[in-house]
């Protein structure tokens, strides 16, 4: 047997933990940093040097977070830390994070009897420690700050990210919904919501639908009907996109009222493909990018 045929399959082991996590009515996405360590109130994972985690790699340690019950958004390696000072715990038990590699590889075209190149794409991984499993860091890792927003209040950087996108939105009724037809996202009234935090939340998932306009990202995976594969897998896009906006906006992504059903209709999809939740990933990152996109030079550089 081979040593790639030893190697641990990236994609199951990580679509696994993401459907145990989903099997104990968990949604990892919903459950960002709460606790105020050195990036603030809510945060995407975040490199030593805060730098942004992305794609799925933002999904895994958010949920290694929600099962171990870290609080701290900062990962490293054991190297890493050994540079800072630090000591990765004797027994902690690291997480995976991956990057896309490829290699080169002269096959025979059977067509035309030539060799030609190919290169072919794949994952490798290394793992990472959360901070709170490393003594000895410098004190500014560890530093807390308070900064929860008021949830009655309207949010003033949120209002402001949604406006730039250009995105038309129209307020009344009872449900939230994009119309690609009119191209127009729907929303309940601002004050009908529960908190300011689940509005934008709500807008956020809405918004990110919107990018799937084929004069935006074209994004077609398949939609046919309410409730089909197809459905569910732009619905997990756009929680998924959600989830990441919201921790860049430092807004709290709750659990929908219909999670439930959502939960049931993903469960299959991901059953059904182990790639799925990559490409899910890999789709909420775009089209969060794209929403970045839209935004003034200066927001985003603050």
């Known amino acids: 047997m081979t040593k790639e045929n030893h190697r641990p399959d990236i994609y199951s082991r990580i679509t696994n933990q993401i459907i145990a996590s989903l099997e104990a009515g968990i949604k990892p996405w919903t459950q960002p940093w709460a606790a105020g360590h050195a990036a603030g109130p809510v945060s995407r994972p975040l490199r030593h040097t805060g730098e942004r985690y992305s794609g799925i790699n933002v999904l895994t340690l958010w949920a290694t977070a929600t099962e171990r019950g870290y609080g701290a958004p900062l990962w490293m390696t054991f190297k890493q830390a050994l540079a800072l000072g630090g000591c990765v715990r004797k027994g902690e038990k690291g997480a995976p994070v991956v990057y896309a590699s490829a290699i080169n590889r002269t096959e025979t075209?059977?067509?035309?009897?030539?060799?030609?190149?190919?290169?072919?794409?794949?994952?490798?991984?290394?793992?990472?420690?959360?901070?709170e499993q490393i003594d000895g860091l410098p004190a500014h890792y560890y530093a807390q700050v308070?900064?929860?927003?008021?949830?009655?209040?309207?949010?003033?950087?949120?209002?402001?990210?949604?406006?730039?996108?250009?995105?038309?939105?129209?307020?009344?009724?009872?449900?939230?919904?994009?119309m690609p037809g009119p191209d127009i996202i729907q929303l309940p009234d601002y004050e009908a919501f529960r908190s300011a935090q689940d509005y934008y939340a709500t807008r956020g998932h809405e918004t990110v639908h919107w990018t799937?306009?084929?004069?935006?990202?074209?994004r077609d995976l398949g939609r046919q009907n309410w409730g089909d594969a197809g459905y569910a897998r732009e619905e997990l896009v756009a929680e998924l996109g959600a989830a990441f906006l919201c921790a860049d906006l430092g807004l709290t992504l709750r659990d929908r009222e219909d999670h439930a059903a959502y939960i049931a209709s993903w469960l299959k999809v991901l059953r059904d493909d182990k790639r799925a939740i990559?490409?899910?990933?890999?789709?909420a990152q775009r089209a969060c990018d794209y929403l970045h996109s839209l935004q003034p030079a200066s927001r985003e550089a603050a």
């Open 212 to 218: 799937r306009h084929a004069t935006r990202l074209d």
């Open 278 to 283: 990559f490409s899910a990933a890999a789709h």
């Open 146 to 178: 308070s900064a929860t927003p008021n949830p009655d209040q309207r949010i003033a950087e949120a209002d402001a990210f949604f406006k730039a996108t250009g995105a038309m939105v129209r307020h009344g009724g009872t449900q939230a919904f994009y």
């Open 109 to 131: 075209d059977e067509r035309t009897g030539e060799d030609v190149e190919r290169n072919i794409p794949f994952l490798k991984s290394y793992t990472v420690f959360n901070i």
